[in-house]
């Protein structure tokens, strides 16, 4: 079993949909969780960094943590076909190590 | 600043030969990292350097790989004698331990990647 499990889609929606991404993850000691974005043979960007449990806004992208169910969300309001990528959960168990578990991505297609 | 910077973006290869990419971070980042990411699944770590000293390999990184950074700037990842199980993208990132408590040295910056085309 993989210590962050996360859908691979494909997900498609209309544009202006609300979207949700989420992650499964079974190491409790997880305590950042990032979201990034990568689009079609780019490295991935960042796009959200949260800490412990909570939500955290951002324009239209909010991530929500859960750390009792050890599951992350990433929310897209009023999705645009620029948002069409492969959206990657990131977790971390301390602030002082890049060594990154990352789940499989989910790939978004927002059609106009 | 011009990022995390990555050459060759892309390199074919017939199968035995060796091959190496080269990473240039952003410049006052100390730390350096090489993942691994093959099609449909997420970077996986493979190892990471602060200023020269590389200081964890992933055991996904075989004898036949190396990574190095001579004077704490640009990295070197070399693979030799290729498989055909090698062919994927290798990214490099950059992070500063100067962001910890604050954003955390976790906060990676990726470069493009070099994809890897193993024949």
């Known amino acids: 079993q993989k210590e962050v499990e996360q859908d691979p889609g494909p997900l498609s929606v209309p544009e202006g949909a609300i979207v949700s991404l989420n992650c499964t993850y079974s190491?409790?000691?997880?305590?950042?969780f990032m979201w990034y974005r990568q689009y079609s043979r780019k490295g991935p960007e960042l796009l959200m960094y949260t800490y412990s449990s909570g939500n955290k806004e951002d324009g239209r992208f909010t991530a929500q943590v859960d750390k009792s169910s050890k599951y992350i969300s990433l929310f897209i309001r009023d999705s645009q076909p620029s948002d069409s990528a492969t959206y990657l959960c990131?977790?971390?168990?301390?602030?002082?190590?890049?060594?990154?578990?990352f789940g499989q991505g989910t790939t978004l297609q927002v059609k106009p | 600043d011009t990022g995390v910077s990555q050459d060759p973006r892309h390199k074919i290869t017939k199968r035995g030969q060796n091959v190496t990419f080269r990473c240039d971070p952003i410049?006052?980042?100390?730390?350096l990292y090489w993942y691994r990411q093959t099609l449909g699944q997420g970077p996986e770590f493979l190892t990471y350097?602060?200023?020269?000293?590389?200081?964890?390999k992933s055991r996904l990184l075989s004898d036949r790989f190396s990574a190095e950074r001579p004077k704490g700037s640009f990295s070197t990842l070399e693979i030799q004698r290729t498989e055909q199980g090698d062919s994927a993208m290798y990214l490099c990132?950059?992070?500063?331990?100067?962001?910890?408590?604050?954003?955390?040295?976790?906060?990676?910056?990726f470069g493009a990647g070099s994809r890897l085309t193993v024949l």
């Open positions: 990132a950059s992070s500063s331990t100067a962001w910890i408590g604050q954003s955390g040295a976790n906060v990676l910056t």
């Open positions: 410049s006052e980042h100390n730390r």
């Open positions: 350097f602060q200023n020269e000293a590389q200081l964890e």
């Open positions: 190491n409790s000691a997880f305590q950042y």
């Open positions: 990131a977790m971390s168990p301390s602030s002082n190590t890049g060594k990154l578990i």
